[in-house]
């Protein structure tokens, strides 16, 4: 029977969705806009997915978005409003998510900054004047109390005998 070979792609979509012929996902989906011959702006109206998350599911470029898997409820029913498989295109967007995520792209360290010398030499001197200046008021305090009259120690008074 040729009924069900020659079904078109949105209402059998288990058929070919697997293969999609080395396709991102991002392609297919909007090969599967494409075929319905809707724009963008149609599509997010009548699916009713804001259209800058179709862009991005089309276009695989998530880097607008914090979390990606935040996209996946709108996937589905973008995916459903397609005629697409709307489990198959939520574990394939999963995959495809996680592999990217498994490959992250290195980004290098910058440089070390080079000390100088001077910046050594600087925080030494602060430390070393800081600690003269805390030795010199220690010094006053105990020359301070030692030179007001009466405050040397007096001998305790004797205990009276009983």
């Known amino acids: 029977m040729a009924g069900k070979d020659a079904e078109p792609e949105e209402l059998n ?7 999609n012929h080395g396709q991102s996902l991002g392609e297919f989906l909007l090969s599967s806009r494409q ?4 724009s963008a702006a149609e599509a997010a109206n009548q699916a009713r997915v804001p ?7 089309e276009g695989g470029d998530y880097r607008l978005i914090s979390d ?3 996209l996946l409820p ?5 995916a459903g409003f397609l005629g697409l498989d709307a489990d198959e295109i939520a574990m394939r967007f999963v995959r495809e998510v996680q592999g990217a995520e498994s490959h ?5 360290d910058p440089p070390p900054v080079a000390r100088t010398r001077r910046s050594g030499w600087l925080t030494s001197l602060a430390v070393a004047l800081f600690v003269l200046i805390a030795l010199y008021l220690a010094g006053i305090g105990r020359h301070r109390v030692a030179a007001v009259p009466g405050t040397a120690e007096k001998a305790a008074p004797a205990k009276p005998n009983p």
């Open 13 to 19: 979509p288990t058929a070919k969705s697997a293969a």
């Open 35 to 38: 075929r319905r011959e809707l």
């Open 51 to 57: 259209q800058q998350y179709i862009k991005m599911l």
């Open 68 to 70: 990606q898997l935040y």
């Open 74 to 78: 709108f996937l589905r029913k973008y």
């Open 104 to 108: 992250p792209i290195r980004i290098p």
